[in-house]
């Protein structure tokens, strides 16, 4: 089994929710927040069933409770968009619902994209270990539905020839990594460094993987996964 290291450089900035980057979205929670006043007998169900449609983005942001940043690659996010969708649009083909139900389906279907959401951002992370050496995929980043990537380093090597070039990969990302950090800090006239420089990549300081170390991999699940990246 493989080892998973994963460095990550994108920037969180305005949350937005994973789901909000995939292109139906709008359409979709516009169609299903106009119609919401036909789906209960209880007047009240209305205003707290436009809350949750209203707020879904926000909240799915603060519901991941993800320790590595919220990346997911499109065909993933297309999978959960298509599976959330049709768990909403099943539920206003059908008439007016007695009090309660309404909102309470909601959250359901809300929890349910939350799992989703989870799975499929470490499902890519665990399929690094596939690869021998360094390995980029590329992403959306649910912060803020920009393009980004994630830069994994994989044990799963065979081959002494395999190790060499993996091992050779590492050390050159590194070292070129080096080079762009110390070409982005300015030198005053005294020759000594000012202001901030990068972080360093989370592969070579980072405890958060200790749970994906090689000698636990041969009985990782996903589920055990999940409960390695999320923050307690």
Not at 29 to 43: A, E, G, I, P, Q
Not at 92 to 101: A, V
Not at 123 to 144: A, L, P, V
């Amino acid at each position: 089994m493989a080892l998973l290291l994963c460095l990550v450089g994108m920037t969180a900035a305005l949350a937005h929710g994973c789901l909000h980057c995939q292109s139906n979205f709008s359409e979709k929670f516009s169609f299903y927040r106009h119609h919401v006043n036909l789906k209960s007998w209880w007047v009240g169900d209305i205003p707290v069933s436009g809350a949750l449609l209203t707020d879904w983005s926000d909240n799915t942001m603060k519901e991941l409770h993800l320790t590595i940043p919220a990346e997911i690659t499109w065909e993933k996010l297309d999978q959960v968009a298509r599976a959330v969708y049709q768990r909403m649009d099943q539920l206003y083909q059908g008439k007016m619902y007695f009090p309660g139900y309404f909102p309470n389906e909601l959250r359901n279907i809300f929890r349910e994209q939350v799992q989703l959401l989870q799975n499929a951002i470490i499902e890519s992370r665990i399929d690094c270990q596939r690869h021998c050496g360094i390995f980029q995929y590329e992403t959306i980043s649910c912060s803020n539905c920009t393009d980004s990537h994630v830069i994994c380093f994989g044990y799963n090597c065979e081959s002494s020839e395999q190790w060499k070039s993996a091992v050779q990969g590492l050390l050159n990302y590194i070292n070129n990594w080096h080079k762009q950090d110390m070409s982005m800090r300015p030198r005053s006239s005294s020759s000594s460094w000012l202001g901030t420089h990068r972080a360093t990549p989370a592969f070579l300081v980072s405890p958060a993987f200790r749970c994906l170390e090689s000698r636990r991999l041969d009985n990782l699940t996903l589920e055990n996964a999940v409960e390695c990246f999320k923050q307690h």
